[in-house]
């Protein structure tokens, strides 16, 4: 079993930048994929990105692919989000997710192929 529970979300004006994390408490955080995921109002689901569990292997959206950046701490039990060059489309509520699943299925980017979800954090970006 694996509880997510994200942070870091807020108010940002066009351009700026927010690092989102995601603390994880179960055993098998270190050998989970780890994946973010966002909803904008009136919206399905949207792949963010995704990391491996030794964090070697990132997989990013392209609508995000040079603004974020995905990283973690096995450590800590936390991934992050560092986002960058913030957009007014980028405004959405963002959700971790882990899966018990291998990297090398390359299904990472798919919703229903994560086990476990956060809460969720809002993000808002101001034109």
């Known amino acids: 079993q694996v509880q997510l529970v994200e942070s870091g979300g807020g108010l940002v004006h066009t351009g700026g930048s927010l690092r989102l994390s995601c603390a994880a408490s179960?055993?098998?955080?270190?050998?989970?994929?780890m994946g973010w995921f966002r909803q904008a109002p009136g919206k399905e689901h949207e792949f963010v990105a995704a990391i491996s569990w030794s964090g070697s292997s990132t997989y990013y959206a392209d609508s995000v692919k040079d603004r974020f950046t995905i990283s973690r701490d096995n450590a800590k039990n936390t991934v992050y989000l560092q986002m960058n060059s913030l957009k007014p489309e980028d405004t959405a509520v963002y959700y971790c997710?882990?899966?018990?699943?291998?990297?090398?299925?390359?299904?990472?980017?798919?919703?229903?192929?994560?086990?476990?979800w956060g809460q969720g954090t809002q993000v808002t970006v101001s034109s």
């Open positions: 997710a882990a899966s018990q699943s291998s990297w090398y299925s390359g299904r990472y980017y798919k919703r229903q192929w994560y086990d476990y």
């Open positions: 179960g055993r098998t955080f270190s050998s989970s994929t």
